[in-house]
């Protein structure tokens, strides 16, 4: 069982508790002290000479037995340790008479500490009328028949004694049971005309509900606007059990007015703001222990926690009074107000998360009104790790590509499905890939749970995005460092191949994997046309493979039919065991992903040679450096083309 924690309960706040007849000479105060309930500003009050002299009066406790006969009720009172309550008791003309003598009761009976814990004005009011004052607050802790624990049950209502007046009950599923939230500390006493359950609180009469609570209240005039503009004051006002986290003025207060107009303006904003406020059922403090989940009528989860001494919520100690009972259900006050994901702006949500630098970008851009106003879009927002290298200067082309990062709809990942395209304010149309382990959108990951505001999403990527610029045959040859593939592609009559649609992944080897190979092999491979596109196709696979979508071992059939074996390990992708030089170079029919080797199927049988013979090794080189015209003009380049093709010339 998870322990409720003594000391987080005791900082949870003041506990306001006393007769059923005290709030009548009360009727200024808030509800709160109406209602008789302990605060915690009045325990250092100095007690009225009666209170201490009745305290003093309080005889020792007697040594208790199993093996003692069972006594009736007054005397059990002693028995358990609730002397005050006995000392009371006693002090009536009636109340004794009725627990020595034949029947069947039941008495909640609070603690030597319960009863030092009132404020002297209450004990007061009770002591100076124990006829009336003190004989009714004690009556409402008596049932007139026997109930045992395991009769307790979650939700039920007692008829007490004191003018049928119900009392609450509640027995949570970690075995705490609460008696109008005064815990059961010591239970089923069993006397000869009843049974003893000793508590840790003086218990008062329930007669407001909480949205009578709400209204009565000075601490929550923002709430009680706040409630009325929603149309939630049906629900509190009605049948159910409730809690309610209730925000106090200075809650309000705290938040910039800018946004909590935005919320109260809203009345979508606004009521789930509200119901992320209000838990399903009563939660009694004594019941909400640490590490305890607790949903919310917004549907939302609040985490319970500890800090030192403190009870905290979302991992702040926010409560600061607590359980001010209603007849449906329990009030809390919070000092700080619980905005849902669903009541902020885009600009909002990124507040509460990892993506802070690229929000900056945006807003340096100039687009901080797609992040703030009431439009639909869902935000691909790198987190702060991509920039670990510095941010890209503010231009025209990095304007764009932010545009390119903000999807007109709002979207929830959940329902994005493989090969889906989504339209960008920047006017592309991005991918969707699902991959065993991941989910992305063309190159860029999704790296944590959505974040879903109330007109936009925000979804945390892995990386910046790149949209894809051309077929796989455009990215090829509009890079330098793949002229002479791109030679060997036109040479063995794949270039129809890599420009149609489709969805390919290219290992593409660099003008380096080439110059590595054998200079026999080289020339021999290019000499024959089937078993250069034989080679060619197995550095082509038949799907889009992303980094992000590679997990320790992803097989990949290739076009030539054999699988290529691709890995992914300390963020360095390997194809066949050949690290890869760049990956996610994205085009449009597929993925580029530059190698410094050229691949060999694994079974690589001799091929026939055609009756044709393709252009000799010589031939095609010349056609790539004609082909790229800054390979040629290149002062590092050249030389290497230069020696490669006087070597072939012998």
């Not at 915690?40 to 006969?69: G, K």
């Not at 049906?234 to 938040?255: C, M, R, S, V, W």
């Not at 980094?547 to 059939?557: D, F, H, P, T, W």
């Amino acid at each position: 069982m998870a322990p409720t924690c003594a000391l987080c309960r005791s900082s949870l706040g003041p506990t306001r508790s006393t007769s059923p007849t005290a709030s009548s000479g009360t009727r200024g105060r808030s509800v709160a002290n109406q209602q008789s309930s302990a605060t915690s500003a009045v325990l250092d009050m100095r007690r009225s000479r009666e209170r201490r002299a009745v305290l003093q009066a309080i005889p020792a406790l007697p040594s208790a037995s199993a093996a003692l006969p069972l006594s009736n009720l007054y005397e059990t009172l002693g028995v358990v340790g609730a002397t005050t309550t006995q000392l009371y008791t006693d002090r009536t003309e009636k109340l004794r008479p009725e627990m020595e003598g034949p029947g069947s009761f039941t008495i909640f009976a609070p603690s030597n500490e319960a009863w030092s814990s009132l404020p002297a004005e209450v004990l007061d009011s009770l002591v100076s009328n124990v006829n009336i004052e003190l004989l009714n607050a004690l009556r409402y802790h008596m049932v007139d028949r026997r109930v045992l624990t395991d009769e307790l049950k979650h939700g039920m209502a007692l008829t007490s004694m004191y003018q049928n007046s119900n009392i609450q009950i509640h027995h949570y599923p970690n075995g705490i049971v609460t008696v109008n939230c005064a815990r059961l500390l010591k239970a089923d006493h069993h006397a000869t005309n009843g049974v003893v359950h000793l508590i840790d609180k003086v218990i008062s009469t329930v007669t407001n509900n909480i949205q009578q609570i709400i209204e009565i209240e000075d601490t929550f005039e923002t709430l009680r606007a706040a409630v009325a503009a929603s149309g939630l004051n049906t629900l509190l006002e009605g049948d159910g059990q409730y809690t309610l986290l209730a925000p106090t003025n200075e809650a309000f207060e705290k938040i910039p007015a800018e946004t909590l107009n935005r919320i109260l303006g809203d009345p979508e904003a606004l009521r789930d703001l509200l119901n992320n406020h209000i838990l399903k059922s009563a939660m009694c403090a004594e019941a909400i222990v640490a590490g305890l989940s607790l949903e919310t009528l917004e549907g939302t989860t609040l985490e319970v926690g500890c800090s030192g001494d403190m009870l905290t919520i979302n991992g702040k100690p926010i409560i600061s009074n607590k359980d001010v009972l209603a007849t449906n259900g329990v009030i809390h006050f919070i000092d700080e107000l619980l905005i849902p994901d669903s009541a902020k702006t885009l600009f909002e949500l990124a507040a509460d998360s990892d993506v802070s630098t690229a929000i900056d970008l945006f807003r340096q851009a100039g687009l901080s009104s797609h992040l703030s106003g009431n439009e639909r879009l869902t935000l691909l927002a790198p987190m702060n790790s991509v920039f670990k290298d510095g941010t890209p200067p503010i231009n025209a082309r990095t304007k764009n590509l932010l545009l390119n990062h903000m999807i007109k709809d709002q979207l929830a990942s959940k329902y994005l499905y493989h090969g889906q395209t989504l339209d960008t304010l920047g006017g592309r149309k991005l991918r969707v890939f699902v991959y065993r382990n991941s989910l992305c959108i063309e190159n860029s990951c999704i790296a944590a749970h959505d974040k879903r505001g109330r007109y936009g999403t925000l979804f945390t990527m892995d990386r910046m995005l790149t949209p894809p610029m051309g077929t796989v045959m455009d990215v090829l040859k509009g890079d330098n460092r793949f002229s002479m593939l791109v030679a060997a592609i036109q040479s063995a009559g794949l270039t129809e191949t890599l420009n149609r649609e489709g969805v390919y992944t290219v290992f593409a080897p660099t003008n380096e994997a080439f110059q590595a190979l054998p200079r026999g092999e080289l020339n021999k491979l290019m000499g024959n046309a089937k078993e250069l596109a034989n080679i060619l196709k197995y550095h082509v696979g038949d799907e889009i493979l992303v980094s992000g979508g590679i997990g320790a071992l992803v097989r990949l059939k290739s076009l030539q039919g054999d699988k290529l074996e691709v890995s992914s390990k300390n963020n360095v992708v390997s194809v066949n065991k050949e690290p890869v030089a760049e990956v996610d170079i994205m085009a449009t029919n597929g993925v580029v992903h530059a190698i410094s080797s050229v691949l060999q199927p694994p079974a690589n049988r001799p091929q026939e040679r055609g009756d044709e013979l393709a252009d000799s090794a010589l031939e095609i080189f010349k056609q790539a450096s004609a082909f790229s015209r800054a390979t040629q003009s290149s002062v590092k380049l050249a030389p290497v083309y230069q020696r490669l093709l006087e070597r072939m010339k012998h």
